[in-house]
Nanobody, 125 residues
Framework: LVQLVESGGGSVQSGGSLRLSCAAS????????MGWFRQAPGKEREGVAV???????TYSDSVKGRFTISQDNAKNTLYLQMNSLKPEDTAMYYC???????????????????WGQGTQVTVSS
């Protein structure tokens, strides 16, 4: 049974930072793909950052240069360091994973079978 448990969300002011964590069980970090998605009220879930088994990363244009995705194989944990946060970053953030060895659509929610319960990030202006 794969379980992904996010933590680290909270409320910050614009320009602040947060680091999200995703503890995985039943899934080995460093295999397949893992990612962070977010969903704001009334909007579709969107990809934020993805990392593959060799730590190659992909970011959405809206967070490139501000967010950094990383994985700690020893702790079996995925991270998202978020700097220079903006009010438009406010959303529920979800950790996701797939065991697929290749993934053509890394930023598509449908590419991932495993999801965490989400952690809320709120950025005030």
């Amino acid at each position: 049974l794969v379980q992904l448990v996010e933590s680290g969300g909270g409320s910050v002011q614009s320009g602040g930072s947060l680091r999200l964590s995703c503890a995985a069980s039943g899934f080995t970090i460093g295999t397949g793909y893992m990612g962070w998605f977010r969903q704001a009220p009334g909007k579709e879930r969107e990809g934020v950052a993805v990392i593959d088994s060799i730590s190659s990363t992909t970011y959405s244009d809206s967070v490139k240069g501000r967010f950094t995705i990383s994985q700690d194989n020893a702790k079996n944990t995925l991270y998202l360091q978020m700097n220079s946060l903006k009010p438009e970053d406010t959303a529920m953030y979800y950790c996701t994973a797939t065991t697929a060895s290749t993934l053509l659509t890394q930023m598509a929610p449908g590419s991932y079978p495993y999801w965490g319960q989400g952690t809320q990030v709120t950025v005030s202006s």
